[in-house]
């Protein structure tokens, strides 16, 4: 299984930032998919998931701002966040697993690299 992100950077409040994440290795039509993120000294966070069904869930500090979507023809899942504020300054990760369960654990299943997304005010 390899997971890849891509796509961060350094933005100004208010802007925007696409990431996407290349999967590999898994039957990614089947696996559901998740977005989380990082900072310094804090546990990982679930940001956004979207089930293999198409059915997306998000944390309420990134509810209307941030869309998650999925590919299947091409094994990607993408992260569109807009209105971007100094709070979601984290390394984002893209992770997948064999249950739903899984993919919302925050220790257990497969993870990309992480991409660095810094929000400047």
């Known amino acids: 299984e390899r997971l890849v992100e891509s796509g961060g950077g350094v933005v100004q409040a208010g802007g925007s930032l696409r990431l996407s994440c290349a999967v590999s290795?898994?039957?990614?039509?089947?696996?559901?998919m998740a977005w989380f993120r990082q900072t310094p000294g804090k546990q990982r966070e679930m940001v956004a998931v979207?089930?293999?069904?198409?059915?997306?869930s998000y944390s309420d500090s990134v509810k209307v701002r941030f869309t998650i979507s999925r590919d299947n023809a091409a094994d990607t899942v993408s992260l569109q966040m807009d209105s971007l504020k100094p709070e979601d300054t984290a390394v984002y990760f893209c992770?997948?697993?064999?249950?739903?369960?899984?993919?919302?654990?925050?220790?257990?299943?497969?993870w990309g690299q992480g991409t660095q997304v810094t929000v400047s005010s």
């Open positions: 992770k997948t697993g064999h249950t739903l369960a899984t993919v919302l654990s925050t220790t257990m299943g497969y």
């Open positions: 979207i089930r293999s069904s198409g059915g997306t």
């Open positions: 290795g898994i039957d990614f039509n089947r696996n559901a």
